[in-house]
């Protein structure tokens, strides 16, 4: 059985239990969330052909240093660089390098800057110039999939109820749902309890309550689930070689529902596609 603690009273280490984060925490949240979201429209005219992973990895790198944000994924568990960039059939994790971007691919780019302890975590993807239908329509199911996990995230519901809203709609658009990412807490600390799985069952997991803070980041295939990591240890590809996506918010449980952190403030939730 899972407990719940008051953010401001627990120590500032994954215990297992539950933060429930008071309205200061929330402003606090929603600045290191707009600045994550303000990178991420950035990159918008950034990611074209010819441009590297490593020139995108830059740029995140850059732009937290001008606003006195620090990428969380510099330094975290052996990680080195500022960014992940996930292109093709790399489901998350990608390494920035000095590879170019090709006219058809179609890459991931997920920034997670600290502000004042906060952590604004967030993905979406980038179309390299125009795209075969299949990727488009990959990345529309992918985004439409967070957006239906949203609706769901509320207090009375269940990170079930999160999962199965997920699972199925992407599985009714005959694509899969990856199993070995999940969402997880997020706030003062990177990764924090509860894992939010984005496929389950309505009801099961742990009950959303006013104050929880975690991530919803589905990543969808193509083809089958299976996922596995190359030997550089943070790679994750599909097992088919398959095209994957992802969309990821930090979003907050409220009274009524939930409040999405990591909006685009320019109104580019799906970068360089139409904005259905
Ligand atoms: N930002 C990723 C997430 O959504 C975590 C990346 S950890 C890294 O949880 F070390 F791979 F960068
Ligand atoms: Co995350
Ligand atoms: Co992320």
Redesign the pocket.
Same mark, same amino acid.
């Given at each position: 059985m899972v407990s719940y603690i008051d953010a401001a009273e627990a120590p500032l280490k994954n215990t297992g239990q539950v933060r429930l984060y008071g309205p200061e925490d929330f402003e606090g949240m929603r600045r290191a969330g707009r600045l994550t979201a303000a990178c991420l429209d950035e990159l918008t005219d950034l990611v074209k052909p010819g441009v590297t992973t490593q020139e995108i990895n830059d740029f995140v790198y850059k732009f937290g240093m001008d606003n006195n944000a620090l990428p969380?994924?510099l330094n975290?568990?052996g990680?080195t660089?500022s960014?992940?960039t996930s292109v093709n059939h790399v489901v998350?994790?990608g390494i920035p390098n000095n590879k170019a971007l090709r006219e058809g691919d179609i890459v991931n780019i997920?920034? $997670?800057y600290i502000v004042d302890g906060w952590h604004g975590?967030s993905?979406r993807m980038y179309p390299v110039g125009p795209l075969k239908r299949a990727a488009e329509r990959l990345i529309d199911v992918t985004y439409e999939s967070l957006m239906r996990g949203i609706e769901a995230a509320r207090p009375g519901n269940t990170t079930g109820d999160i999962g199965a809203a997920i699972q199925t709609f992407v599985e009714a658009q005959r694509c899969s749902v990856v199993r070995d990412?999940c969402?997880?807490g997020v706030g003062l600390l990177?990764?924090d309890t509860p894992n939010i799985l984005h496929y389950g069952r309505p009801g099961e997991g742990v009950e959303l309550k006013p104050g929880m803070i975690f $991530?919803i980041?589905p990543m969808v295939n193509l083809g089958r689930p299976h996922v596995k990591v190359l030997s550089d240890g943070?790679t994750a590809v599909t097992r088919d070689r398959s095209l994957s996506a992802q969309f990821?918010h930090s979003v907050g449980i409220t009274a009524e529902g939930c409040e999405i952190f990591t909006l685009s403030p320019k109104g580019l939730h799906k970068p360089g596609l139409p904005n259905d």
């Open positions: 969380a994924t975290y568990r990680y660089k960014t992940c998350c994790h997920d920034v $997670t975590d993905s990412f969402g997880h990177f990764h $991530t980041e943070w990821e």
